[in-house]
């Protein structure tokens, strides 16, 4: 049992099934947990933080249930809050009240002294950007797919028939609802006379599509690295579950080595990378999202995922 008193602060929108397991640990472990969702803040969460030449922060949080002393965690798990919401004022106004809550509580909540953040929200903030991640892989030496950036009809014709064929990947998915049911913008193969003059609408993702025989997931947690291997036969595996199969697998040395120069860039400490391979065993890197889901992976294989992420939270350090 852990004889630290120092709190690790989990934030996370109510229904994370994935934050429940890890905080289940670390109670488990004796471990003091103070868990809240940012988007409670002001009606259930309140905050007095104080800042000074000689302590830095200092202060207090406040949940319904639980006080945290702001000098002294040792952790914070950042999964998906919800959004600062008031709706019950009128539009200026509300506008005003989000932003002063986004800057003054996010701003206490991202400078927290001698904390471990997994990950700290303005490091998730630049990694979730598609174009950034792809060049920062490049610069790492990950096998990049040729990707296009353009609001170019064109341009995305051009490239479609130079680089065939061509998957169509939205750089960020917010869900739609269609007969009353959440959907999203799927993955999914272009051709160039599908492409018409609406492309100039906005910013457009294209990719040349990977000749894959399997996928692989690389879960990144602090210095631990957990592959595995996903047959599926779908050219996006995370549109139908029940058709996957797993195996564990290891990591190619150069891809290890690639992983922790691409973390260290972005300066992560938790990474759910997607790799395609193809026929010739080659992993070409797709995406990583610093808040990815890995969970599922754990009963499915056995990996010790949600001890390696409470031993990172416990710690309080790599």
Known sequence: MSTDSRPVLVVTHLDDPTTDLVIEELHDRGVPVVRFDSGDFPHALSV???????????????????????????SLYYRRPSGFVFDHLPEQDGRF?????????????????????????????????KPSGLAAAVNAGF???PTLVT??????????KE??????????????????VSCTVEVGEVTADQLDETVAGTAHLF?????????VRVTAIGTQTFCVRID??????????SKLTYSVVEAPPRITEALHAYLEHFRLVFGAFDFAVDRHGQWWFLECNPSGQWAWLEPETGLPLVAAVADLLERGQM
């Open 48 to 74: 007095a933080a104080t800042i000074t030449t000689q302590d830095g922060i200092a202060g207090t949080l406040n949940t319904p249930s639980r006080t945290a002393d702001l000098s002294c965690a040792r």
């Open 97 to 129: 009240e989000l932003m002063q809550a986004r800057y003054g509580l996010g701003g206490v909540l991202a400078s927290l002294p001698g904390c471990l953040y997994v990950n700290h929200p303005h490091r998730i903030g630049d990694a979730e950007f």
């Open 143 to 145: 096998r990049v797919p």
């Open 151 to 160: 609001s170019d009809p064109d341009s995305a014709r051009a490239f479609v």
């Open 163 to 180: 680089h065939g064929p061509v998957i169509y990947k939205p750089f960020s998915a917010p869900l739609y609802r269609i007969g009353g």
């Open 207 to 215: 990719q040349h599509r990977v000749d894959k025989v399997a996928d």
């Open 232 to 241: 599926s036969g779908l050219l996006d595996w995370r549109t139908d579950y």
